[in-house]
C-alpha cells in the first residue's frame, strides 16, 4: 500500500518533470540561455563550450532579434546570451575573473564608464571592426578597445493621460505643477543608463538641478523598466526613460509618450559599447558577431526596436520619434568619460541623498 | 536501548552512520556559519571588536537594523492577534463552515508573500493603486486611503501571509485543551470573562507565545515583501541591506564584511528567539495535554453568528482571492497600465513565458530540479541524522544534537551569504555563479524540515520492534531496511513534499546566489518586476502560484493516505 503511494507520487513528480523538460525542448530552441545544468546537457550536438556568450544588458526586445539574425547569417555558430542589468553583470564578470576564467566572450552595456575600466585592467581584445568608416563614433579617444553599438536616448517618458503639454525644457520638471511628486528616475546603482543620465544631467545642469528636482517631490524608482511601468499605470506621471523600452510598451498600447528636451544640447545620449574579452576561445566568431552588430542589418533591427542605431544608412520609423543618428551625437550633452569615470560611487551617493532625503 | 554497538560488526557501521551524519551537518550548516562569525569579527590578521562595532554604528546598518525590528514587531503582534482571534473563532464558537474556513485561513502558508505584496503594491500603491484610485474617483478622496509603501503597508502585507503561524498553534491548543477546567470553574460559578481570562488565556499563552516567536523569526529574515514594498520608499531590512550591497559591490570584501556582520545580528537574534521559545514551551506544554475526546463547550454567538460568519469570508476574499486574482488578470494584460477589458486580456504572456522566453523557461527548470534534488537529498540525510540522534546510543551524539539544531536557528539570508564565503573559490571548491551553490544552500536551509519530520516518525517506532528482529538474527542493517525504513517513509515523504513545495517558491536564499542562467522562478519574478516586466512577472507568478495548489493538493492526498 504504502510502496504504491510512493510510486504514485513519484510518477507524478517525474510526469511534472517532463512537462517542463518538453517544455523547455518544444520551443524553437533560439539562444538557449544554458540554464545551469538543464540547458547545458541538452544542448547535445554542439561540443562542449563552442558556443559564443554574449552578456548584454539590452532586454530581450532587442537583443532577441539580432542574435537570431546573426545566427541565421552564420548557421556554424552557436550563439548564448545573457541579458541583465549592467551592474549585475559586472558583478558576475568580476567573480569569474576572480575564479580565473570568464565565461563571456562579448559584452555590450550602457554603462561606458565600465569599459574604460576594463580597458585599464586590460581584459578587452582591441579589435577594430572592418566597417569602421561608415559608423558614427562618440568616443573622442578611440582605439578600437570598444565600438559604439547604438546611441541610446533617454526622454522624459510622460503619461498621455496625466500629462497633455509635452515638456520642452529640462526645468519643466521642477516648475510645472503636473510633475509635482510624480517624476521618477530609475536607481542609477541598479541601471547603467540611469546612472549616466544623472552624470550627465549633473555635468550640465549641477547638483542644484537634483536639489530642485528633490523640491518638486522627484522620486528613485528601481530598474530602467519599473519606472517606466509605474509612470504606465499611473503611480508616476512622468520619469527618465530609455527610449526603446518605452517604444516597445507603447507598441503594445500603454499610454506613454516619449518626449525630448528641445534645448540644444540637451540630449541624454548614452551610448552603447560592444566590446571582446581578451583570450576568448572563439575570437573569430567573436569578431564576427560585432562586425554583424554594426552592420546595416543589424543596425536596422536597432533601429526598429526604437532605438538609435550609429549608421546613417538605416531606416527609422517616425512612429517612435526618435532623433537621427547624427543628430544624436551633435545634440548629445558632452562629457568626457574618462573624467566622469572615477566618479561613479560618488555620483550614485550623492544623487541618493539629495532625492532620498526625507 | 539499542544492543548493535555491543556487536563488532554493526560498531563500524554505527559509527560510519554517526560521522557520516556529522560531515553532512558540518559541511553544509555548521562551517558556513562559522565563515560568517569570523569574518564579522576578523579584520586581516586579528579580532576586532572596535572595528564591527563602528560599523553597526553607521546610519544605514543602524536603521537596517531598527526596521528589521519595527517591521518584526508589528508584524508579530499583529499576525498574533489576527491568527489568535482566527483560531478562537473556529474552534470554539459555533460559527457555520468552521472547517471550510479552516483550511481556508491556512492558505497563505502556500502563498508566497513577496507575490503577495506584488498584487497589494498593484492594488495599494498611493496614486495608482485600484483600491486607493477607486476610492479617489468615486468618493472624492484627496489622496490615497492607503499607503501601502509604508511600515504598515509591509507589516499588513507580512500579517496577511504570517499569520497561520499562530493560527494553527492556537488552534491545536484549544482542540487538545481539557474542558474539564473550564466546566468546573463554570460550576464553582465562574463568568465568561473569568474562565477566559483565568483559564482559557493562561492555558494557550504558551501556543500563543511560541506561535509569535516563529513569526518574528521568520520576519526579521524575511526579504521579498521588504523588497518588493520598501525600497522605493527608503525602507530597507537586514536581508535586503545584504542584497543590495552584495550585488552592488561585484564581490568586494568591504561588503562581504558588512553583510557578515549584519548576518552575525541575525543569528544572535534567531539564537534568542529560539531560547526564549524552548523556555516557553517546556515550562507551558505540559498543562494543556488533556488526552480525553470531549469536546470544548462551544460558545453561541447567537446573533453575531451571521454576521462573523460574513467577515472571515469578507477576511479570505480580501486577502486571498483578491490578491490572487489580481495577479493573473495583470499577467493576462498586454502592457502594464492598461485597464482589464477584454481586448487589453489575453493568454499571450501565459503562452510566451511557457514556451518562448528563455528566461522564465529556465526559471522553471532551475527551480523544478533544484526543488527536486534538494528534497531528494535532504529527504535522506534527514533520516540518517535523526536516526542517529532519536534512535542511536553512541559516543558524539551531543555535537550531532547541537548541530542538528543550527537549521532551525539559521535564517535564508544568512544561510546564503555563508555557502558564497564556503564555496567561491576561498576553500578550493568554487561553486558561485552556478546551480550547484544554490542546491547547497537550499539543502542547508532546509535540513530542519526533514528533521523534524524524520525525527517525528522515528521517535514513533519503538526499540522493542528493532531489537525483536535482532533477536530473530537479523543483522543491523537488515533490520534498518525491514523494519525502521518501512516506518519511516511517511516521515520521509512528508519531508519530501515540505522542501520540494517551499523550494519551488524560494526568494530569500536564491536572490544572493543567482547568475543571469541560474535565476529560479522566485528570482524571476522578482528582478522581472524590478526590471518593469511587471505583467511578465505576474504571469509568472500565476503559473508558480497553479504550481504550488497542485504540489499542495498531491501533498494532502497523499499525506492522509499515509497517514501523516
Known amino acids: 500500500m504504502r510502496k504504491k503511494g510512493i510510486m504514485l507520487i513519484m510518477a507524478v513528480v517525474m510526469s511534472l518533470l517532463t512537462v517542463v523538460l518538453s517544455g523547455c525542448g518544444g520551443g524553437p530552441k533560439q539562444a538557449s540561455s544554458g540554464s545551469g545544468s538543464g540547458a547545458g546537457a541538452s544542448s547535445g550536438g554542439a561540443a562542449g563550450g563552442n558556443k559564443l556568450v554574449i552578456y548584454t544588458s539590452m532586454k530581450e526586445s532587442l537583443i532577441g532579434g539580432i542574435v537570431e539574425g546573426f545566427k541565421k547569417k552564420n548557421p556554424g555558430i552557436e550563439v548564448d546570451y545573457q541579458s541583465a542589468g549592467a551592474g549585475k553583470l559586472m558583478a558576475k564578470i568580476a567573480a569569474e575573473r576572480q575564479s580565473g576564467k570568464i565565461l563571456a566572450d562579448v559584452i555590450w552595456t550602457s554603462e561606458v564608464p565600465d569599459f574604460y575600466n576594463m580597458k585599464n585592467e586590460k581584459i578587452l581584445e582591441p579589435y577594430t571592426p572592418s566597417n569602421i568608416k561608415e559608423l558614427l563614433n562618440p568616443f573622442d579617444d578611440y582605439d578600437g578597445t570598444f565600438t559604439a553599438a547604438r546611441l541610446g536616448t533617454l526622454g522624459v517618458i510622460i503619461n498621455t493621460d496625466k500629462i497633455k503639454e509635452d515638456p520642452t525644457k529640462w526645468s519643466d520638471i521642477y516648475t510645472k505643477p503636473e510633475y509635482k511628486n510624480g517624476f521618477g528616475i530609475a536607481d542609477p546603482a541598479l541601471s547603467g543608463t540611469s546612472y549616466m543620465s544623472v552624470a550627465l544631467l549633473q555635468s550640465k545642469y549641477g547638483w542644484e538641478y537634483f536639489d530642485k528636482l528633490h523640491e518638486a517631490g522627484a522620486r528613485i524608482g528601481k530598474g530602467s523598466g519599473q519606472v517606466i511601468d509605474d509612470t504606465s499605470v499611473g503611480e508616476l506621471t512622468a520619469c527618465l526613460g530609455v527610449d526603446y523600452i518605452t517604444n516597445s510598451k507603447i507598441a503594445k498600447g500603454a499610454h506613454l509618450k516619449l518626449c525630448y528636451m528641445t534645448e540644444p544640447n540637451a540630449l541624454l545620449m548614452v551610448p552603447s559599447p560592444v566590446a571582446i574579452f581578451k583570450g576568448t576561445p572563439h575570437l573569430d566568431a567573436a569578431k564576427k558577431f560585432v562586425d554583424y552588430l554594426l552592420s546595416a542589418e543589424a543596425q536596422q533591427k536597432v533601429a526598429d526596436a526604437g532605438t538609435v542605431p550609429v549608421r546613417t544608412d538605416v531606416k527609422q520609423d517616425p512612429k517612435h520619434g526618435l532623433p537621427k543618428p547624427e543628430d544624436a551625437l551633435k545634440n548629445g550633452i558632452k562629457v568626457k568619460y574618462t573624467e566622469i569615470l572615477p566618479e561613479k560611487e560618488n555620483t550614485i551617493k550623492k544623487f541618493t541623498e539629495i532625492i532620498g532625503k526625507k | ?564
Not at chain 2, 316 to 325: A, Y
Not at chain 2, 534 to 553: E, P
Open chain 2, 1 to 564: 536501548m539499542s544492543a548493535q554497538i555491543k556487536q563488532k560488526s554493526s560498531f563500524g557501521v554505527a559509527q560510519i552512520i554517526l560521522f557520516l551524519s556529522i560531515a553532512i551537518l558540518v559541511i553544509v550548516v555548521a562551517f558556513p556559519v562559522l565563515l560568517i562569525l569570523f569574518n564579522a569579527f576578523w579584520v586581516e590578521d586579528h579580532f576586532d571588536f572596535a572595528n564591527t562595532i563602528s560599523i553597526l554604528k553607521q546610519p544605514a546598518t543602524y536603521e537596517a537594523l531598527m526596521n528589521s525590528i519595527i517591521i518584526a514587531s508589528m508584524s508579530t503582534v499583529g499576525s498574533t492577534i489576527v491568527g489568535t482571534f482566527f483560531a478562537w473563532l473556529v474552534t470554539r464558537t459555533d460559527i457555520p463552515y468552521h472547517n471550510f474556513m479552516k483550511s481556508m485561513f491556512l492558505v497563505p502558508f502556500m502563498l508566497p508573500s513577496f507575490i503577495g505584496a506584488i498584487a497589494w503594491k498593484m492594488l495599494l500603491s498611493p496614486n495608482a493603486g485600484l483600491i486607493n484610485k477607486f476610492f479617489m474617483e468615486n468618493f472624492g478622496f484627496d489622496g490615497p486611503i492607503f499607503n501601502i509603501y509604508s511600515y504598515y503597508g509591509i507589516s499588513a502585507v507580512e500579517i496577511m501571509y504570517l499569520f497561520p503561524f499562530v493560527f494553527i498553534q492556537v488552534c491545536g491548543a484549544l482542540e487538545r485543551m481539557d474542558p474539564t477546567l473550564e466546566e468546573s470553574a463554570r460550576i464553582s460559578g465562574a463568568g465568561l470573562m473569568t474562565i477566559t481570562r483565568k483559564i482559557t488565556i493562561p492555558l494557550v499563552m504558551p501556543s500563543i507565545l511560541s506561535g509569535a516567536l516563529l513569526i518574528m523569526l521568520y520576519s526579521m529574515a524575511h526579504f521579498g515583501t521588504v523588497a518588493v514594498l520598501g525600497i522605493e520608499r527608503g525602507i530597507y531590512n537586514i536581508p535586503v541591506l545584504i542584497y543590495e550591497r552584495i550585488h552592488q559591490s561585484g564581490g568586494s570584501f568591504d561588503s562581504i564584511r558588512l553583510g557578515a556582520i549584519l548576518a552575525t545580528v541575525l543569528v544572535i537574534s534567531a539564537a534568542i528567539i529560539i531560547w526564549a521559545q524552548r523556555k516557553i514551551l517546556s515550562t507551558g506544554h505540559y498543562q494543556i495535554i488533556g488526552g480525553k475526546s470531549f469536546r470544548p463547550t462551544q460558545l453561541k454567538l447567537r446573533g453575531l453568528r451571521i454576521p462573523m460568519m460574513l467577515f472571515c469570508f469578507a477576511y479570505i476574499g480580501f486577502t486571498i482571492v483578491l490578491p490572487t486574482v489580481i495577479i493573473f488578470l495583470v499577467g493576462g494584460l498586454s502592457t502594464y497600465g492598461l485597464p482589464f477589458t477584454p481586448e487589453n486580456l489575453s493568454l499571450d504572456n501565459y503562452k510566451f513565458i511557457l514556451f518562448d522566453f528563455d528566461v522564465t523557461r529556465d526559471a522553471i527548470f532551475n527551480s523544478v530540479t533544484l526543488g527536486f534534488t534538494a528534497a531528494v537529498i535532504t529527504m535522506f540525510a534527514g533520516v540518517m541524522i535523526s536516526y542517529v540522534i532519536v534512535k542511536m546510543k553512541v559516543r558524539g551524539k551531543g555535537i550531532l544534537e547541537f548541530l542538528g539544531m543550527l537549521p532551525f536557528s539559521v535564517p535564508g539570508s544568512v544561510i546564503a551569504l555563508g555557502v558564497i564565503l564556503a564555496w567561491s573559490g576561498q576553500f578550493g571548491i568554487n561553486l558561485y555563479n552556478t546551480v550547484w551553490i544554490i542546491l547547497v544552500a537550499y539543502i542547508a536551509r532546509y535540513m530542519a524540515f526533514s528533521l523534524k519530520a524524520n525525527s517525528a516518525a522515528l521517535e514513533q517506532i519503538h526499540d522493542s520492534l528493532v531489537e525483536a528482529a535482532r533477536a530473530c538474527g537479523a543483522t543491523m542493517w537488515q533490520s534498518l531496511k525491514d523494519i525502521v525504513l518501512p516506518l519511516v517513509k511517511p516521515g520521509m515523504l512528508a519531508a519530501f513534499f515540505l522542501i520540494f513545495l517551499p523550494s519551488l517558491r524560494e526568494l530569500t536564499v536564491s536572490i544572493m546566489l543567482y547568475a543571469p542562467t541560474t535565476r529560479t522562478i522566485g528570482v524571476a519574478i522578482y528582478t522581472l518586476n524590478e526590471d518593469g516586466e511587471t505583467v511578465i512577472s505576474c504571469a509568472l507568478a500565476g503559473i508558480a502560484l497553479i504550481i504550488i495548489v497542485l504540489g499542495q493538493f498531491v501533498i494532502n492526498h497523499f499525506s492522509k493516505k499515509a497517514g501523516v
